[in-house]
């Protein structure tokens, strides 16, 4: 028999308390208590964001609230720069196409990072850019990009800075207005400590401006609908409001710690991690590497999928493998919301363990003394 232990970057652990709040009843949605659930939540959907603007609560995945903000930051037969370091800045290349925005791709190397002067670049010889898409935490590598870096340069232009921050939002430093994101979506089953289901978009008023301008190929995600719904605390269709109404305590909960206190935490548990991994002999594979998780190269003579199914099935430790090209090849550990530095000596414990099984020359507990230490001597920034 094992404990479960889900170490991936989203889904995420949820809480017991809220998944007990998930548990009750399912209550009418046009109610003065489900209007004050909404009030609740766009309240401290912008503690989380850091913005003053309304955020939006969409009943979809993250993709669903990128999808939305995209369809609203360039009309048909703009054109896009998209900022790819993986797989999910790839994805939204690909929603701007089928939406017959022509988007150009500013792509680097998995594990590598679109830098401010890449984007520079990109900026002088695309003048007429409408738009330019960036991922905060590239889920698929595990890379952080610089958004205040790159917020100061759109805001130079007269485009609009669209971010994913599905990974990072409620684990990274992430501060919408004051990095002048014009677009910025999440969704609920990452750091947010949620099952999937709700996702979120706010939006600037230089970003409401470029919305105003064209007429958003979209009938669901009309987000000039909605935001006038939101601010009566009401919504234009049927809310996926028990997982609102869970949303309350998480946002509850990270209320109580503090934003900067998590991010912090997160920056601490990173710093652990990685400094276990490393021990071990392995390579961590982002060369700027996010917050939210850390993606490990496996060993060459190892096939990672292999590894993976082992951890699971002798350890009960979910980790992540690597996508497309990055399938075998990278591992990925999760440390983003309900998680804590045990866990992440459980995933460490696990990885050591399976690498002895296959042979490797492991000193067992040299991956966790390290991440202890580590842990024991992080200077909080
Ligand atoms: C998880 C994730 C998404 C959204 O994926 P969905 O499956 O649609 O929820 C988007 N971007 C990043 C960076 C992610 O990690």
Request: net charge positive.
């Amino acid at each position: 028999m094992f404990k479960y232990r889900l170490l991936t970057p989203g889904p995420t652990p949820v809480p017991e308390e809220i998944l007990l709040e998930l548990a009750r009843p399912v209550p009418h949605h046009r109610t003065p208590e489900a209007r004050q659930v909404l009030a609740e939540v766009t309240e401290g959907l912008r503690y989380v964001f850091q913005t003053k603007h309304d955020v939006i609560p969409l009943t979809c995945s993250g993709t669903g609230a990128m999808e939305a903000a995209l369809v609203h930051a360039a009309p048909r037969g703009a054109k896009a720069l998209c900022l790819v370091a993986g797989k999910f800045g790839e994805r939204w290349h690909h929603i701007w196409r089928t939406f017959g925005v022509e988007s150009v791709a500013v792509t680097v190397p998995p594990g590598q990072v679109v830098t401010p002067a890449m984007l520079e670049a990109a900026l002088r010889q695309h003048p007429d850019t409408q738009a330019v898409c960036a991922v905060h935490c590239e889920t698929s590598t595990g890379v952080k990009h610089d958004l205040q870096a790159l917020g100061e340069l759109v805001a130079r232009t007269n485009a609009v800075f669209v971010v994913d921050a599905v990974s990072s939002a409620g684990a990274m430093e992430l501060r919408m207005d004051d990095w002048q994101i014009d677009f910025l979506a999440t969704g609920s089953q990452k750091a947010l400590m949620l099952p999937p289901g709700l996702a979120f978009v706010a939006v600037s008023e230089k970003g409401w401006q470029m919305a105003q301008r064209h007429q958003p190929p979209t009938f669901y995600f009309d987000l000039k609908k909605a935001r006038q719904k939101i601010r009566e605390h009401d919504t234009p269709f049927t809310p996926a409001h028990t997982l609102l109404r869970a949303l309350c305590k998480s946002l509850a909960r990270i209320r109580s710690e503090g934003i900067e206190a998590i991010w912090s935490r997160h920056a601490r548990l990173a710093y652990a991690c990685r400094a276990g991994f490393r021990a071990l002999g392995l390579e961590i594979f982002a060369s700027v590497p996010a917050e939210g998780l850390t993606a490990v190269r496996v060993p060459a003579q190892l096939d990672g999928q292999e590894l993976l199914r082992h951890v699971e099935k002798h350890y009960g430790v979910k980790l992540a493998g690597g996508q497309d090209q990055l399938k075998g090849k990278i591992f990925r550990v999760a440390h983003m919301g309900y998680m804590d530095f045990f866990d992440i000596l459980a995933a460490i414990a696990a990885v050591e363990l399976a690498l002895r099984d296959f042979g490797l020359a492991i000193t067992l507990g040299a991956g966790l003394a390290a991440a202890q230490r580590a842990y024991a001597e992080f200077s909080h920034p």
